[in-house]
């Protein structure tokens, strides 16, 4: 599994900490929503980073009232035909403003990785020996995209009226 | 008609350089077909009992002259020389190469035509009433919006993954040819009290084996505000659509269970949030579309044309011809021309290479180089001389596509069936031949008048048998197959649901149930009373009684 965050392969500094396991006393930890909501005094007040991630019928309202001491969100897409953490990534980006690392894990495949980003992920999780070109060959697949979206590309529909004002 | 932009014609080529490498990779092992399902599915190409399918869209209905030519030129070169029209205004090739697939894409695109999206769990090709821009009964050409929402959903980031496929359909009047009903978005143009068009906006309408009618989300909506109210929708239905169940995952079962208010009401939150951003398309761009689909500069006429008229007295076959395949064109002077693809013991939908490229002709010499496919798999041409219709029947004799049948007991939708579909459970193409076969004299089926035959061969109701006048379903029962057959089905602005009318007929004895239903209708129908006024009157009794009243 290798980890592409803005196109780079990175290695991963975060830990999943499993529900039943104890909290690691440092270090930057991700943990359910389900850890997030019983244990939260206990998550807000560490030094160091808390991600979330999100199974993917969990929704972005139920960690926007946190979200400014959350510094990643993973969310989950547990088959590629599960497409409900497009929406989640949208929301959390667009409507409740997430600025930290949104992060794409479970069945992350190739040709699912333009539409990904388009919806806000900067963080990939593939399962590929050469992550990294896969990802750069997936946004060069296409250069022109008819609906704005969370990447802020600029949609053809605004672009061939620009193109038009410049002339 | 709308024309391709630098950009539409790059995101075309692109999406044809990528099927190219994905197909590639599945020829040479790479990708197993399993891994290879999903990708091929989203540019609908599928595989049936024999062979691979492609289907192509035909956005909102719409062809030029150029584009048909191509379709035949597809269909001589890959295929074997016919194609399918279906309900959805696509076309289908039942017999290309995976190999050749590529390049088939490839000579699409250069006529500005795709496989974009015409299966998977997306949206799929929007359709529109086949008569957009000719007929005099519109409020506002539906292809208008029809292009924008190909383009709006095409490659759609967040909609690419629904829990199941979603269709729209659209029609720009009152009278609706496009059964926006029975889709999971309708939309039907209307004006407000202050003379403004916009949009109902209906959604949860389906068929498959729970056939639903759409109900209203919004009464009226303003159409500048379209993308923003359909983004909302299908972001509700994206998050809250049943995932645990392939049978339960249309949109319609999301607005049954949690009921058509608390689904408006989710519907109108998230609208709320984007209303009038960017989503919504800019005025300037809407304009552009707009200026795509100009009505044609047809001739300034009289009413009615002499020559026209004359040409019905003189000629009994011709003026049942007119009598029942033409429709009213806005301007004087002028007809919309059915071409019927429902011969006599055909296969309802096909059409030759070589009707193609005919047909492609006429509409150059007669129509403006313009065609229509409609959702009842027929053909259009819609700006027709009056003066030329004579001329224009006596070519269409010749080729096959004069059969004078439309809305009428032949004009019969069908699905493919088990002659090709790896889904069915029964054969539907052959018991529409049978029946054309059995009403095989016009002096009969012009007495029977407007009466809708739809059949489906398995319980995923493609065609349309939900909403026949009469619908039939092809059932298996331990290895035999039997028909269920429907009455008082409805795909018009009254939509309905046919209602079961007995125990299912074997293939044998189906034809003859429909005969026996129709002669029915025909014995106890008042004056004027079409098949469903007599239906709505009657009920289903007098017809089981004649079906099972001596069994």
Redesign the interface.
Known sequence: MALVKDGQAVQDPWINVADNVELPSSGPIIVSLARWQTDRDALSSRADPVGIRLASHE?ASDIASGLNRISLVALEFPT?????A???A?LLRE?YGFTGELRAVGNVLY??L???H??GFDAFEIASDEAVESWQKAMS?????????T?RRTP??????LR?AAE | MYRYDEFDQTIVDQRVSQFRDQVARRLSGELSEDEFKPLRLMNGLYLQLHAYMLRVAIPYGTLSSRQMRRLADVARRYDKDYGHFTTRQNIQYNWPELKDVPDILLDLAEVEMHAFQTSGNCIRNVTADQFAGAAADEIEDPRIYGEIIRQWSTLHPEFSFLPRKFKIAITGSPNDRAAVKVHDIGLRMLLNDDGEPGFEVMAGGGQGRTPMIAKTVRAFLPKEHLLSYLEAILRVYNMYGRRDNMYKARIKILVHEIGIEEFSAKVEEEWAHMKGTSVDLPEEEEHRIRAHFAPPLLEVLPMYSPEFEDRKREDAAFARWARVNLFPHKTPGHAIVNLSLKPEGGVPGDATAEQMEAVADLSDQYSQGEIRVTHEQNLVLPHVKQADLYALWQSLESLGLATPNVGLVTDIISCPGMDYCSLATARSIPVAQRITERFDDIARVHDVGDLKIKISGCINACGHHHVGHIGILGVDKKGEEFYQVTLGGDASENAAIGKIVGPAFSYDDVVDAVETIVNTYVETREDGERFLDTYARLGLEPFKEKLYGTR
Not at chain 1, 80 to 84: E, M, P
């Open positions: 929704a590629f035909r599960d497409g409900r497009y929406s989640t949208r409507r040709d699912q333009m539409f990904m388009r919806c697949e296409f250069s022109a995209w008819y609906q704005p979206a990447d053809v529909t605004a672009l061939r009226h038009r």
